[in-house]
């Protein structure tokens, strides 16, 4: 690529002699230079000899079977930006590539305008960096940057093993610039991670802009996600800019992307994979400069087994993958979190400096299984009916004070205080799911909008969650 008389130098790194051939010569038409090679050997001398502005490499080829060359190349050119080009894909080697700062993750047989836009876009993000500063550093922000983390992603704190992993990930991951894919059950914070990866990357400056694939109907999703023109339809009184535009220069957060219908799938894998679109009504496309994140509470992997999300589309979404642990995997990051939400609620002039040992042990045996977003709603309860200087277990919410007993339920999951044994993980985390999402609706006396508020969901992920339990809220209003 020109840019004052510089060609960018290209290695490229693949031990199919077709491919090499045809994409050097492509590239080389676009305006770089290539140097290629068919192994891992020969690409680290290369990359000791000569300066290189970007590798693209194979995975499957000798020398590479098992990373060796991104992982040498990471330590000897940490700053070298690589675009990984495979026709084996696989969830491990990409979640591997978080620790390995790749670019872009694509699929063989990849298109060729598809593979120039990701060099050109990764070059160009490259060159806007200023003289002797490493992707993903600004100084004249980095303190700013690091109030705004502090505050807006102050809830993913823990000292457990699970989450100083997660931690160190988002850490890693906010310095590439690749698509990333964030699972997890609801209430573990997908969107808190999701902030913490954007505020931690070189597009911080840039607009965090969240997408609720639950809450776009799909008449209404192209117009939305696209913006229309005046006129382009019945209604459309004047221009609107769509949610994509408004992400320009920053990243486009999908929440609950697993929801997204199929048939609307193939226009957002387009949007990803060329990095413009078409407004509704117009005809010129509008060039978009957007990081994708994604979170899901769903396994991707099985939807895309069952035909009902496009594997395309979940490879581009998956170049790193960060799966967020449950609460109950966490240890006493329950007590570290439920101390920090008892600081946030406490009101001036009210004196509530901590919990009775009562109410530690009931917040630690709690299966908790609305995570954190749980956590949070029974501590702010609990500070709100509390009237001493302690939080008690009677201060807390009753699915939270009162676990199953045994007394004659043939439901229960504790016996004798003890959970039971003859039942698989995944029935005791079901049931305790439902216990709480009764005391919920009955709490908010069958209110769905109010207790999707309390619960910090969508209307319509409480509605799927009803309707996976047969509960009706209708039967939980009084005079019913």
Same mark, same amino acid.
């Given at each position: 690529?020109?840019?004052?008389?510089?060609?960018?130098?290209?290695?490229?790194?693949?031990?199919?002699?077709?491919?090499? *051939?045809?994409?050097?010569?492509?590239? $080389?038409?676009?305006? =770089?230079?290539?140097?290629?090679?068919?192994?891992?050997?020969?690409?680290?001398?290369?990359?000791?000899?000569?300066? %290189?502005?970007?590798?693209?490499?194979?995975?499957?080829?000798?020398?590479?079977?098992?990373?060796?060359?991104?992982?040498?190349?990471?330590?000897?050119?940490?700053?070298?930006?690589?675009?990984?080009?495979?026709?084996?894909?696989?969830?491990?080697?990409?979640?591997?590539?978080?620790?390995?700062?790749?670019?872009?993750?694509?699929?063989?047989?990849?298109?060729?305008?598809?593979?120039?836009?990701?060099?050109?876009?990764?070059? *160009?993000?490259?060159?806007?960096?200023?003289?002797?500063?490493?992707?993903?550093?600004?100084?004249?922000?980095? &303190?700013?940057?690091?109030?705004?983390?502090?505050?807006?992603?102050?809830?993913?704190?823990?000292?457990?093993?699970?989450?100083?992993?997660?931690?160190?990930?988002?850490?890693?991951?906010? *310095?590439?610039?690749?698509?990333?894919?964030?699972?997890?059950?609801?209430?573990?914070?997908?969107?808190?991670?999701?902030?913490?990866?954007?505020? +931690?990357? #070189?597009?911080?400056?840039?607009?965090?802009?969240?997408?609720?694939?639950? &809450?776009?109907?799909?008449?209404?999703?192209?117009?939305?996600?696209?913006?229309? &023109?005046?006129?382009? =339809?019945?209604? &459309?009184?004047?221009?609107?800019? +769509?949610?994509?535009?408004?992400?320009?220069?920053?990243?486009? =957060?999908?929440?609950?992307?697993?929801?997204?219908?199929?048939?609307?799938?193939? $226009?957002?894998?387009?949007?990803?994979?060329?990095?413009?679109?078409?407004?509704?009504? $117009?005809?010129?496309?509008?060039?978009?400069?957007?990081?994708?994140?994604?979170?899901?509470?769903?396994?991707?992997?099985?939807?895309?087994?069952?035909?009902?999300?496009?594997?395309?589309?979940?490879?581009?979404?998956?170049?790193?993958?960060?799966?967020?642990?449950?609460?109950?995997?966490?240890?006493?990051?329950?007590?570290?979190?439920?101390?920090?939400?008892?600081?946030?609620?406490?009101?001036?002039?009210?004196?509530?400096?901590? =919990?009775?040992?009562?109410?530690?042990?009931?917040?630690?045996?709690?299966?908790?299984?609305?995570?954190?977003?749980?956590?949070?709603?029974? %501590?702010?309860?609990?500070?709100?009916?509390?009237?001493?200087?302690?939080?008690?277990?009677?201060?807390?919410?009753?699915?939270?004070?009162?676990?199953?007993?045994?007394?004659?339920?043939?439901?229960?999951?504790?016996?004798?205080?003890?959970?039971?044994?003859?039942?698989?993980?995944?029935?005791?985390?079901? #049931?305790?799911?439902?216990?709480?999402?009764?005391?919920?609706?009955?709490?908010?006396?069958?209110?769905?909008?109010?207790?999707?508020?309390?619960?910090?969901?969508?209307?319509?992920?409480?509605?799927?969650?009803?309707?996976?339990?047969?509960?009706?809220?209708? $039967?939980?209003?009084?005079?019913?």
């Amino acid at each position: 690529m020109e840019r004052e008389g510089y060609r960018s130098r290209l290695l490229i790194a693949d031990d199919e002699p077709l491919y090499l *051939e045809t994409t050097s010569q492509l590239l $080389k038409k676009a305006g =770089f230079e290539c140097v290629c090679v068919s192994d891992a050997e020969s690409a680290i001398a290369v990359l000791r000899e000569q300066p %290189i502005d970007l590798l693209l490499t194979d995975l499957n080829m000798p020398g590479n079977l098992k990373l060796e060359l991104l992982r040498s190349g990471r330590s000897e050119w940490p700053h070298l930006p690589v675009v990984v080009v495979t026709g084996v894909p696989s969830l491990p080697t990409a979640i591997e590539g978080v620790r390995l700062g790749i670019a872009d993750y694509l699929i063989k047989p990849v298109r060729f305008d598809v593979l120039l836009q990701s060099v050109r876009r990764i070059l *160009e993000s490259k060159s806007s960096q200023p003289a002797g500063v490493p992707p993903g550093s600004n100084r004249e922000t980095s &303190a700013a940057r690091a109030r705004e983390i502090d505050e807006r992603t102050r809830e993913l704190i823990g000292r457990s093993p699970a989450m100083t992993q997660t931690l160190g990930l988002i850490d890693r991951m906010a *310095e590439s610039d690749a698509n990333v894919l964030i699972s997890g059950e609801s209430g573990t914070g997908k969107e808190l991670a999701a902030r913490a990866i954007h505020l +931690g990357s #070189r597009r911080c400056t840039g607009p965090f802009q969240v997408i609720d694939c639950t &809450a776009i109907p799909e008449a209404l999703f192209e117009s939305l996600l696209f913006g229309h &023109a005046k006129g382009s =339809f019945t209604g &459309a009184n004047q221009e609107q800019t +769509g949610l994509l535009a408004k992400s320009d220069g920053g990243t486009a =957060f999908f929440d609950e992307i697993g929801e997204l219908p199929l048939t609307l799938q193939p $226009k957002l894998l387009r949007v990803i994979q060329e990095q413009t679109f078409v407004p509704v009504g $117009k005809t010129a496309p509008t060039t978009l400069h957007t990081r994708f994140v994604c979170a899901t509470n769903r396994n991707l992997l099985a939807e895309v087994e069952a035909g009902r999300f496009r594997q395309d589309l979940f490879y581009r979404l998956s170049v790193l993958h960060l799966e967020l642990p449950p609460l109950r995997d966490r240890g006493d990051d329950v007590i570290e979190l439920a101390r920090r939400f008892l600081k946030g609620f406490t009101e001036p002039g009210r004196r509530i400096v901590g =919990f009775t040992d009562a109410c530690l042990e009931r917040l630690r045996a709690h299966p908790w299984p609305g995570n954190v977003r749980e956590l949070r709603n029974a %501590i702010e309860s609990a500070v709100a009916l509390c009237r001493g200087s302690l939080l008690d277990v009677s201060d807390l919410p009753p699915w939270v004070i009162e676990p199953e007993s045994s007394s004659g339920d043939p439901n229960s999951v504790i016996v004798s205080g003890e959970p039971r044994l003859d039942i698989s993980r995944e029935q005791v985390l079901d #049931r305790t799911d439902r216990r709480y999402l009764e005391t919920l609706i009955a709490t908010c006396n069958g209110n769905v909008s109010r207790a999707a508020r309390t619960a910090g969901l969508s209307r319509q992920t409480l509605h799927k969650h009803l309707k996976r339990h047969a509960i009706s809220p209708s $039967k939980f209003r009084r005079g019913s």
